[in-house]
């Protein structure tokens, strides 16, 4: 029988299998700091176990760790690791150093079956639904190669993480548990093209994180045509879930809007985009482009994009354009896909 892999039990679960193998109750906490706080990838490791308990584990339970097949570096210091799952799929995380913070974007599925027209995931299809504990083990693996504080974490990288909702939010609850990964909640932020079933119960849900919605277009005829999700769930419904979703004092929901020249930049655009968000404590993003070889889509110029946020920002919105980060290595927002898709 497959050694049952620990990181993907809850605590209580973890207490249940622990004292099933004769082990005390109280030994679950500290097998838990171990596998999160500490990071252990070995039972060996875990020196406040006897020796028997070290052996019992050895037997009957494994670690899941993800392995690094490449480790990219960008020229601004952005880096991307590709990582290979049990099942020989592979999957991106991308590290974003920014001033104090060091950001790490995280992957919630191998593939997208969203289709964003922008989106080089998304063009390969959807694979499966990444487990919760391969989740958490992204964060898991850079740290240890880092020996760093990861400081924030997005969930915006391969993938819709409402599409995998489950493992999504036992994945947050681990990142957020003090006694797992201990990540503040306004250090969180899920991205989602905008699944509205999924964006209502994630509301209801009793766990805070930061809401990033991925618009990218201020008319259905433009969304529908870039992101299909919107077909299914168009503008105006979307905008009433921002508005209904339960957000916590001082916090915003973040729009993201990822700017194609011609088609979502004009002055009419801006000028929409500020009647949809009115009355919705928000922020904007606003995402130039990356082009990549054989793409459909140009990055409006500079002046198009200033001009476009000048209008938000007249209208009191906050909107901040985000510099391209890892452009150079396929990196960048909506570039993720690497060498995974054609993986076999
Ligand atoms: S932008 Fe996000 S939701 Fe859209 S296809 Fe890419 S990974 Fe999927």
Known sequence: MKNKNLKALTLPELKAFLTSLGMKQYRANQV??????????SFDDMTNLSKEERHTLNEKACISNLILVKRQTASDGTEKYLFELEDGNRIESVLIPDEDRLTLCISTQVGCAMGCKFCLTGKGGLKRNLEAYEIV???IAVRRLLNKRITNIVLMGMGEPLANYDNTISALRILLNEKA???S??????STAGLIPQIDKLGKEGITVNLAISLNATTDDVRNKIMPINKKYPIKE???ACKRFPLPKRRRITFEYVMLK?????????????????????KVNLIPFNEYQGCEFKKPDEEAIERFREILIDHHIMAITRKSKGADILAACGQLRGETINNP
Do not use: M
Request: one cysteine or more; hydrophobic letters at 35%; glycine letters at 4%.
């Open 185 to 190: 909640n306004r250090k969180v932020t899920l």
């Open 181 to 183: 990964l201990n990540f």
């Open 32 to 41: 838990y700091q171990w596998l999160y706080q500490k990071g252990a990838d």
């Open 262 to 282: 011609s088609i979502n930049d004009t002055k009419e655009d801006a000028e929409r985009l500020c009647r949809l968000l009115k009355g919705i404590p928000c």
């Open 238 to 240: 979307l905008i009433a």
């Open 137 to 139: 083990d992204q964060v």
